[in-house]
């Protein structure tokens, strides 16, 4: 019965051609540090899921934001957890991303004909690095909003358009409620929108063009 | 290969694989849920005794108000609220607290001196001393709270849903 309804389905979707294109595919010999891209690809989905659950009560205002983090804390079910889970979370994307990228550079991965997956690879660390920088301020407390301040400062040492970065960057000269409002719609809107397009991109190179296998002594 | 009445590998990784994956979700989808809703079954009600003050600071006969605020917090959000409660002493220990909610649509009502009367301001509703309607659209009479005399102090009773 159920493989009937599977085969209607699969006749119809093409779910084996993706399941076989997709995790079926031939690799060569490797070893765990080739696990590090699929880490942080659970780690991202995770980060996504557990941000989905905070917004339902965060509130990113200044007037509110850490008053609503200390209720997510201390005054919803579980609420420790998801926080917990997205601010580890955080932490262990930032290293795995990192070493992923170490990994590829130390088995010369990156080589014809991988460029492009390695500079989407670099464009989805420093969009996560981004993730780290404006979800640092959310929370709204004094290492937050120093954090930020000196973050947004370091723009300001360009020559010329330096402090016209910073003012973009806080959207006005001080660290604001528009601060917190712009940092909020990056972590929640734009970075993840780009984030998820540009793994889009990095996964699709990967299936057609294979993950390299580890180099030779004489390579 | 022959089919070996023993479970294969490949079948065992599939059936580890499914029970952790199943036990994964439900350690972590039964949190979500909880997550979601608990705010919402937690019942704030509030039953506290608020002190008027000394019951000899009332004059006897004459209704008078004595006003106070209560805070609500809502998950990060704090609410005051303001009450307001005449306080009649008919006698000397016959004590009536009525709420100055009118009951047509919960405005405050005044209590008039020279006229007896209390008048909602809104609607013109009016209420005699004792609270019973004498004009205007509200439908019943005063709210009256539940009030009690300790050691010369009087209280209202204090319930919020």
Redesign the interface.
């Given at each position: 019965m159920s493989s009937k309804v599977i085969n209607w389905l699969d006749e119809r979707l093409g779910l084996t051609g993706i399941y076989d294109t997709v995790l079926d595919r031939n690799v060569p010999k490797v070893n765990w540090w080739f696990t590090l891209g699929s880490a942080s690809l659970i780690l991202f989905v995770l980060q996504g899921v557990t941000g989905v659950?905070l917004t339902?009560?965060y509130?990113p205002t200044p007037d509110?934001a850490y008053?609503?983090i200390?209720?997510i804390m201390n005054?919803?079910?579980?609420?420790w957890?998801?926080r917990g889970i997205h601010h580890w979370g955080a932490t262990l994307m930032v290293i795995t991303v990192i070493a992923h990228m170490l990994r590829t550079f130390y088995y010369a991965a990156y080589k014809y004909p991988r460029e492009l997956t390695w500079v989407t690879g670099v464009i989805l660390l420093l969009t996560t690095l981004g993730m780290g920088l404006t979800g640092y301020l959310l929370p709204m407390n004094q290492k937050s909003y120093w954090a930020t301040t000196v973050a947004t400062e370091i723009p300001g040492t360009v020559p010329i358009i330096g402090p016209f970065l910073t003012s973009v960057m806080r959207g006005g000269p001080d660290i604001s409620a528009l601060t917190l409002s712009r940092f909020f719609a990056l972590h929640i809107w734009f970075l993840p929108a780009m984030i998820a397009l540009v793994i889009g991109v990095h996964m699709y190179l990967i299936i057609r063009l294979g993950i390299s296998h580890i180099p030779d002594k004489d390579e | 290969m022959t089919k070996s009445p023993h479970i294969s590998r490949r079948e065992f990784v599939a059936i580890f694989v499914g029970a952790l994956g199943t036990i994964m979700a439900v350690a972590v989808g039964l949190p979500a849920i909880g997550y979601l809703i608990s705010p919402t079954v937690r019942t704030k009600k509030t039953d506290a005794w608020v002190s008027m003050g000394p019951l000899e600071g009332y004059p006897v006969g004459q209704p008078t108000l004595f006003t106070f605020t209560r805070a609500r917090v809502n998950g990060w959000e704090k609410t005051v609220n303001s009450f307001g409660v005449y306080v009649w002493r008919e006698t000397e220990d016959d004590v009536t607290t009525y709420s100055n909610w009118c009951t047509h649509l919960s405005c405050r009502v005044t209590w008039r001196d020279e006229e007896e009367i209390y008048v909602c301001p809104c609607h013109d509703g009016l209420f005699d001393i004792s609270g019973k309607v004498v004009g205007g659209p509200p439908p019943r009479p005063l709210d009256q709270y539940e009030n009690k005399v300790e050691d010369g102090v009087l209280f209202i009773r204090l319930e919020e849903a």
């Open positions: 659950f339902v009560y509130s509110h008053d609503s200390q209720f005054g919803v079910a579980y609420g957890l998801i | -």
